[in-house]
């Protein structure tokens, strides 16, 4: 004896495989959602950078991954030779050179810096040579009387 017909078992089963397919459209959803937020984003900016480190040249203002400000003085396959000072140089990869300044950035920050240090050596140098002649005044009085 048979209480379930044979139509009715079959029509179960097709409900269920539909709420199946419903069930994972949140999960595609939240995938296509990652993609255009994070992935294709992230995959842009990399591309660029790439494109940048490739077209590095002599004279190009940039900044490194460690914050660093220099002028480049010379670009090879994987390196950059970078002027961080007057006669101070330093060697870094080209994947860690991070932002392409704009050119006379550098020339603009650096007169800041350096009057004030100037200044205040040139002040001390003149206090210095200053003491120097009074005690040379002090010394030729002495050697007078």
Same mark, same amino acid.
């Given at each position: 004896?048979?209480? $379930?017909?044979?139509?009715?078992?079959?029509?179960?089963?097709?409900?269920?495989?539909?709420?199946?397919?419903?069930?994972?459209?949140?999960?595609?959803?939240?995938?296509?959602?990652?993609?255009?937020?994070? $992935?294709?984003?992230?995959?842009?900016?990399?591309?660029?950078?790439?494109?940048?480190?490739?077209?590095?040249?002599? *004279?190009?203002?940039?900044?490194?991954? *460690?914050?660093?400000?220099?002028?480049?003085?010379?670009? +090879?396959?994987?390196?950059?030779? $970078?002027?961080?000072?007057?006669? $101070?140089?330093?060697?870094?990869?080209?994947?860690?050179?991070?932002?392409?300044?704009?050119?006379?950035?550098?020339?603009?920050?650096?007169?800041?810096?350096? +009057?004030?240090?100037?200044?205040?050596?040139?002040?001390?140098?003149?206090?210095?040579?200053?003491?120097?002649?009074?005690?040379?005044?002090?010394?030729?009085?002495?050697?007078?009387?």
């Amino acid at each position: 004896m048979m209480l $379930i017909s044979d139509a009715f078992a079959q029509a179960a089963s097709t409900t269920q495989n539909e709420a199946g397919w419903v069930a994972l459209l949140p999960m595609v959803g939240i995938l296509v959602l990652f993609y255009f937020l994070l $992935i294709r984003p992230q995959a842009k900016r990399a591309k660029e950078h790439k494109q940048m480190v490739e077209a590095l040249q002599r *004279g190009d203002e940039v900044i490194t991954n *460690g914050g660093i400000l220099g002028q480049i003085l010379n670009v +090879s396959e994987s390196y950059v030779i $970078i002027e961080i000072a007057p006669a $101070i140089e330093i060697t870094v990869l080209k994947s860690s050179v991070q932002t392409l300044l704009p050119k006379g950035t550098l020339r603009s920050i650096e007169p800041k810096g350096k +009057s004030s240090k100037t200044k205040a050596a040139k002040a001390d140098t003149s206090k210095t040579e200053s003491a120097a002649d009074t005690e040379e005044s002090k010394d030729s009085d002495a050697e007078k009387k």
